[in-house]
């Protein structure tokens, strides 16, 4: 159930007018009647970042058809009260995102290989016993090679112990190799990390 580029630049030029007017209805009228609007890891449903007009210095948006979705980053470092925003809209909840051949990951240099269970589909991974990623959510756009990531990230907070975080990496990847990483993370206080 792709969605055309045409389509998600649309939705994405929406959210960015959104966002500069504080006026989310032209954004939402594309939304499901039961969808669910996260702002940090929270669902919520009043005050909203969206609802705030913001002067926007910076924006940036990738589309993945594959999945329905897009990502964008938006930077109003000159309002009174900044922001960088990190936004994943996802426009149908029913993609499944296949695991990859082989199945292994590369974390801090350390590689692990992970068994592809042929009948659930699943990458069984033996994954650290103290780290608990509980979300990841991709979206890629396969034209402009770049991919972003939303996780959960456990201890990127020290005033929140263990608890899991928002963290967003945006990667470029340029003939089959991360060339550049941009990160963004959530604090609850500031100077978190």
Request: aromatic share 12%; with cysteine.
């Amino acid at each position: 159930a792709a969605y055309t580029r045409s389509f998600l630049q649309a939705r994405g030029a929406d959210y960015l007018s959104a966002q500069l007017t504080g006026t989310p209805s032209t954004f939402l009228t594309h939304a499901a009647q039961n969808f669910t609007y996260i702002e940090n890891n929270t669902p919520t449903s009043s005050n909203i970042t969206l609802t705030y007009l913001l002067k926007i210095d910076y924006n940036y948006t990738i589309y993945d058809t594959a999945r329905c979705a897009t990502f964008s980053e938006l930077v109003s470092a000159s309002d009174p009260h900044p922001y960088i925003i990190h936004t994943r809209v996802e426009y149908a909840a029913s993609v499944t995102i296949p695991w990859g051949l082989p199945c292994s990951r590369i974390e801090g240099g350390l590689y692990a290989n992970g068994t592809f269970n042929t009948t659930t589909g699943n990458c069984e991974q033996s994954l650290p016993s103290t780290i608990i990623v509980p979300y990841r959510w991709y979206v890629v756009d396969e034209e402009a090679g770049v991919v972003d990531m939303f996780v959960g990230f456990p201890g990127l907070d020290r005033t929140q112990g263990k608890a899991p975080m928002p963290d967003s990496h945006l990667i470029r990847v340029e003939g089959g190799k991360i060339k550049y990483m941009h990160t963004w993370s959530s604090c609850v206080v500031p100077g978190c990390g």
